[in-house]
C-alpha cells in the first residue's frame, strides 16, 4: 500500500512539473494567454516546492505589461489591473504598466458617471459598473473610493 502511495505522489508531482514545463516552454502566443499560463505555472511549481520560481516570475514580470494591455484592449479591465499589479510586484515599473494604469482611471471615471446616473433607474447595471470599479483600481484611486461609497449606500 505504501510503495503504490508513493507511485501515486510521484506521478502527481510529475504531472505538476510537466504542467510547469509546458508554461516555461509555451510557444509564443498573445501576451494574456502567455500570462495566465505562467500564473498557472508559478502555482503548480509553489506546489511541487519552488524550484522554478525565480525563472517563473522573471518571464511573468516581463510579460505581465503586455498582457496587461492586452487586456484592456478587450475591455476586461479587471484583468488588465490584475496583470498591472503584478508587474508592479515584480519590479516591472514601465511606461506600458503606468499607461495602462492611466487608462484604468479615465476608463473607472467614465464608468462611475454611467453607473451614478443608472442607479436609480437601472439598479443592478448600476451596481455592476461600481463593482467593476473596484476591481480595475487601487484602493487609493479617488474612483475606488467614490464606487464604494454609492455601493454602499445603494444597499
Known sequence: ATDERDARRLRH????????????????????????????????DHVVGGALSDEIRSKLGSIAPKAALAYFAVHQYDKAHAAAHTAESLGTVDATVQLVKQRLEAKAGELYGIASKELGSQPDDAKSKLQLIENMVDASSPWYEKADRLLKGSG
Open 13 to 44: 508531482t510529475a504531472q505538476l512539473y510537466a504542467l510547469v514545463g509546458r508554461a516555461l516552454a509555451a510557444p509564443s502566443t498573445p501576451a494574456n494567454q502567455a500570462y495566465e499560463r505562467l500564473q498557472a505555472a508559478v502555482n503548480y
